[in-house]
C-alpha cells in the first residue's frame, strides 16, 4: 500500500483544496508543516557539518551527506503528496506526466530514504570502530572510506530496488455520467502497483533489510562503544567496578541506544502498511493509514535533534558558523 492507495478514495475531482475532505486538508498542512521542518533542519545540519574539522573523519563526511539526503527525501516526500493530490483532482493532465510521476518519484522517494537510513547506520559502525582500535584508529583511512562508500552505496540501493518503476504503471478507466439529452464521459487514472508473487516476496525482505538491517547496525554500534569504553576504562582505573564503568558510560551515550529504537519505532508504520499486499478499501481507515504513512517519514527532519542538539562539539560547530555568517552579513 501505497501513499497512492490511501488517498485515491479521499480526494475529490473538480473541487478545489479547500472542499476536499478534512483528510486531505490535515495532510497537506502536515506536509507543509514537515517540509519546512525538514528543510530548516537540513540547512542547519549543512552549516554544521561543512565545516572541515568536523570532517577530518569519516563521520562527519557520512552526515554531511545525510544532511542533503534528509532534504532530499522531505522533498520528494512533498512532491509525491501534491502529485497525487493535483493529478486526482485535475483529469486533464497529460498521460505521459501522469506515467512519469508514476513510475519515478515513489522510487526516487524510497532511495533517497534507505540512502538517509543507512548513511545513519554507517555513522554508528564508524563511532563502533573507532572505539575498538582506539589511538590507532586512522582518521585519513576513515575519510577515504566514507568518500568511496557515499559513492558506491547509491549504486547498490538503486540496483536491488530497480524492479519499482518496472512493476508501477497508470490505470486509466472511463466513467459515463448519464444526464438527459448527453452521457458526458470522465477519464480517471490511479497509479498502481502489480508485482508477480516472487518479486513481492523480493521486496518484502528488501524492506525489512533497509528498515530493519539499520536499526541493528545502530543498536549493535551503541552497544559496543557503551561496553568496549567501560571495558578499557575498567583496566586502568581498578577503582571503579566494570559495572560501575557501564553504568558512566550509559549516562554518557545512552542516546546512542534510545534514537535508534525511536527511529525504527517511528518507522514501523511504514513497514506494516507496506507489507499490506490485499485488496484493501483505505478509505475505511483513512486516518490510521494517512499517519502512519506521515509518522514513518519523521525520522528524515530529525537529523539535527538526533545527531547535533546532543553533542557538545556539535552544537558548538553549529553555533560558530551562525555566528560568522551573521557577521558576514553585516559586513
Known sequence: M???DILRYQINSKMALNKQPVSVKIGAAFTMIMFVAGLINSISSVIT???????IVGCGTYLLASSITSLLTISMFTIQFWFIVIIQMNKSINLSVL????KSIEFLLKFFFFFDTWLNACVAIERAISVF???TFDKEKSKRIAQWIILILPLGIISTIIHEPLYRKVFVYQIKNRGTDVIPIENYAWCVTDYSHSVEKYNTAILFIYLVGPFIANLFSALFIIFGNAYRR???QTQQTFLQHIRIQWKEHKQLVISPIILLILSTPRLIISLVSECLNASHNSWLYLS???????PSILMFAVFVAPSKVYRKTFKESVRAWRQRIRR
Open 2 to 4: 501505497t501513499l497512492d
Open 49 to 55: 557539518f561543512r565545516n572541515k574539522k568536523l570532517r
Open 99 to 102: 506515467k512519469g510521476g508514476c
Open 133 to 135: 582500535k582506539g589511538v
Open 292 to 298: 502512519a504513512y506521515f509518522i514513518s517519514f519523521i
Open 234 to 236: 575498567s583496566l586502568t
